[in-house]
């Protein structure tokens, strides 16, 4: 019995420690795996300064994960014992906080770094090489660290105004963080459906602003809407106390208070500084709305002196001053707006949008502050000494390193952590997209576009968890772990997109400690994944099913019912060439282990066929590119997170060679409109057919009315045309007109499945 324990024991040992397989996260720039190990029990002391913050801390996470109650000594000679130790000289030293170097042998921890963010770090490390169960004794391997970070900022931003988070759990998603070596919050304070932080000199920003009458409810696309009264605030006294917090766990706080936009809140209290002077009422709705700041002198005063008592409550560096989504609608027509274009020679409200920024940089700075914007700041020129958040791709942030700016990047690709991470349909309501845990562990947070040189001003990255759609705490956790793991090894500077498999693998040991500390946390890497792809002789498609966890184990039925231990085990792609529906589910030791998935496949004379487009989709909804569009699964309209094509401001312009000469009687697609997300109908569908794949004939088109009556199902009838190839055009409804959300931008176009009977 013992022989076959210890047996066991090598054997997980063996799992959780070979091959550099340490499972700590963000993984260490260096591991030296050494023999023996180090047992910690009651008799093991902390050596370090009783009042340092760290030496508690790490008291404190001891007694959570194990019971045992540690005692901190400021000198321990010939006892086992944890020391922490400021002496860490690195050959190539500047000023960087973090270094840090954990050595474990048979009689003692080290953990030795300049500052006590390094030995913070340190602590960090070690606590991830704990086993998770409680014990009295513990074992941990003799091993060597050294480490640190590669960029400065390593982000996590919430959005408190959507939804309000109460102080409490702010305080744990900060330790949430530093569990990951995170090194800066963006707390996004102030939007159109919330004003959050108590300012003292205008009180009703928060009597009026911080409450609405009503929200929304389910997604944007329903237009539904409660009348409960929703709020909530911080107090200065709140705020000081969380940045205490933060700065004990080396976590800068941005504090973000949004301009000239998103403002709903704020003029709701204050409408004396809109353009149009209101009234207003705190927003209901999501989206992005046309009432913003006016840039007159009073507006200008009134938001220096918020961000007078916002500066002396944050210590940070950066001023967070948004400048996202701010439509110019109002300020064509002010009289003020155009007084202040002429007088300052400006060109046009972009121009406007810029001096804006400009001069609330000026006073920033002044307080020896710097502004960082949303990558909207760069239209109309950027502020001298801004840094950028590129969030519309990479774009900006490309540009402003260009400029010498300072950059993080958030592209909504990889950094949007309120997109989907799993199958839409399995996961609860998001905004969108399809970020999963490996897309977000493949970002390179420094483009190839730049030099090296350019390459400095890539200060780091950031996830961005904006919350409309995300009400509780544990719906937070829920869309931040496991993916915040994944952005904090590439900020570390440590992934290998390569080698994804094995993070993965590190990631499904830390779920042990999700379970310990009760955080709720998505298992979507478990689901069945699929994937299609066109089939060699574009006769038909291909469907992949593959497992996170097991290659083997999985089991399929092709009519309809539910998978069990008979049903036929997968070992390749199905081939699909008829409208059917796929169920599969992984079993294993004569379990089912995963939920089952489904898919319906639809087939029509696309399925599968050659399809060519002229201008591309956006990376943020291109997943399976033009293939999408023919391969038999049909988009889903209230969570669209995948299996659909999104163009920004292009329209779709699509080939499909049917292969041979084909009956055509009716040509079938959907088009989507969720306007708060700023994807609209297109203005006109119109279909060309031809035999030779170069003269096309243009044979019947649909206008937006026709596309709003059927409600995007759109089906175009052809009335039995022979053509080899069919061309579809779906024209861009371009930038959006004044009054709809997004307003002056370009109109997002989602396509799906095209299909000809
Ligand atoms: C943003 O997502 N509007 C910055
Ligand atoms: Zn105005």
Not at 250 to 272: K, Q
Request: proline letters at 4%; one cysteine or more.
């Amino acid at each position: 019995m013992a022989k076959k324990f210890l047996f066991l024991l090598l054997l997980i040992f063996n799992n959780l420690f070979s091959q550099n397989q340490l499972p700590v996260i963000p993984y260490p720039t260096e591991v030296i795996l050494n023999s023996g190990s180090f047992l910690i029990n009651n008799k093991t002391v902390i050596e370090a300064d009783a009042n340092m913050f760290e030496a508690q801390y790490l008291q404190k996470s001891i007694k959570q994960k194990t019971g045992l109650d540690l005692k901190i000594v400021s000198q321990a000679l010939n006892v086992p014992k944890i020391s922490l130790i400021f002496d860490y000289d690195l050959p190539d030293h500047s000023g960087i906080k973090e270094p840090y170097q954990l050595t474990i042998s048979n009689n003692a921890i080290v953990i030795k770094a300049e500052y006590n963010q390094g030995i913070f770090y340190g602590i960090q490390s070690l606590l991830q090489l704990f086993p998770s169960d409680k014990k009295n004794e513990i074992s941990i391997p003799c091993l060597k660290i050294n480490d640190n970070s590669k960029y400065k900022w390593r982000g996590m931003h919430l959005d408190c105004a959507r939804h309000f988070f109460p102080k409490e759990f702010i305080k744990e998603y900060i330790d949430y963080l530093a569990m990951y070596k995170m090194n800066t919050f963006h707390w996004h304070l102030t939007d159109d459906q919330g004003w959050r932080i108590e300012i003292k000199k205008y009180p009703k920003l928060t009597e009026v602003g911080a409450w609405r009458n009503g929200s929304m409810i389910g997604h944007y696309t329903d237009q539904k809407f409660d009348d409960k009264r929703y709020g909530g605030f911080y107090t200065q006294d709140d705020i000081k106390e969380i940045v205490a917090y933060a700065n004990q766990r080396h976590i800068t706080i941005v504090p973000e208070i949004e301009m000239p936009g998103h403002a709903m809140a704020a003029l709701a209290a204050y409408p004396e500084y809109s353009c149009t002077g209101g009234p207003f009422e705190v927003g209901k709705t999501w989206g992005v709305l046309d009432d913003v700041f006016c840039p007159k002198d009073e507006t200008f005063t009134f938001l220096e002196n918020i961000l007078t008592e916002v500066i002396d409550l944050f210590p940070s560096k950066y001023i967070h001053i948004g400048g996202d989504e701010s439509p110019k609608v109002r300020w064509k027509v002010c009289s003020n707006c155009q007084k202040r274009i002429k007088d300052e020679n400006l060109k046009d409200e972009h121009e406007l949008q810029s001096y804006f920024i400009q001069r609330i940089e000026k006073f920033v700075n002044k307080k020896g502050r710097k502004i960082i914007g949303w990558d909207e700041i760069l239209e109309g020129g950027l502020a001298p000494n801004a840094a950028v958040m590129s969030w519309r791709g990479t774009e900006g942030g490309i540009a402003a390193a260009k400029q010498n700016h300072f950059v993080v990047m958030s592209p909504g690709s990889h950094c949007y952590f309120d997109h989907y991470q799993g199958e839409p349909k399995n996961e609860p309501i998001a905004f969108g997209g399809y970020t999963t845990l490996e897309k977000v562990y493949s970002f390179n947070p420094t483009p190839k576009e730049l030099s090296s040189d350019e390459a400095k001003y890539i200060l780091g990255a950031q996830a961005n968890l904006w919350t409309e759609y995300i009400e509780t705490p544990s719906h937070v956790e829920y869309m931040i772990f496991p993916r915040m793991l994944a952005l904090s090894e590439v900020l570390w500077g440590t992934s290998i997109p390569e080698k994804y498999a094995d993070f993965q693998n590190r990631v499904i040991q830390h779920f042990d400690i999700f379970e310990a500390k009760g955080i709720n946390y998505s298992k979507s890497i478990f689901e069945i994944t699929t994937k299609t792809s066109s089939s060699l002789n574009n006769n038909g498609i291909l469907f992949e099913l593959k497992s996170a966890i097991n290659t083997k184990g999985i089991r399929y039925t092709t009519d309809g019912s539910e998978p069990n231990l008979n049903s036929k085990e997968y070992t390749s792609p199905l081939e699909i060439t008829k409208s059917q529906t796929i169920k599969a589910a992984l079993f294993e030791n004569e379990k089912q282990k995963s939920a089952t998935v489904e898919q319906k496949f639809y087939s029509s004379k696309t399925l599968g066929k050659k399809i060519t487009l002229v201008n591309q989709p956006h990376e943020n909804y291109s997943i399976g590119g033009a293939f999408t569009l023919v391969d038999g699964i049909i988009g889903n309209r209230s969570k669209f997170g995948r299996d659909w094509l999104g163009f920004s401001g292009k329209d779709l312009n699509a080939t499909i060679d049917l292969g041979k000469l084909e009956d055509i009687n009716k040509v079938m697609l959907s088009v989507l409109e969720s306007r708060g997300s700023w994807i609209y109908y297109p203005k006109e569908i119109i279909i060309f057919v031809s035999n030779d794949g170069q003269e096309f004939e243009n044979v019947t088109k649909h206008s937006l009315s026709e596309i709003q009556d059927v409600k995007g199902e759109v089906v175009l009838d052809v009335k039995g045309k022979k053509a080899r190839y069919i061309k579809i055009i779906a024209t861009n409804l371009g930038k959006i007109q004044d009054g709809n959300p997004g307003a002056g931008s370009d109109a997002w176009l989602f396509i799906d499945e095209i299909g000809v009977e």
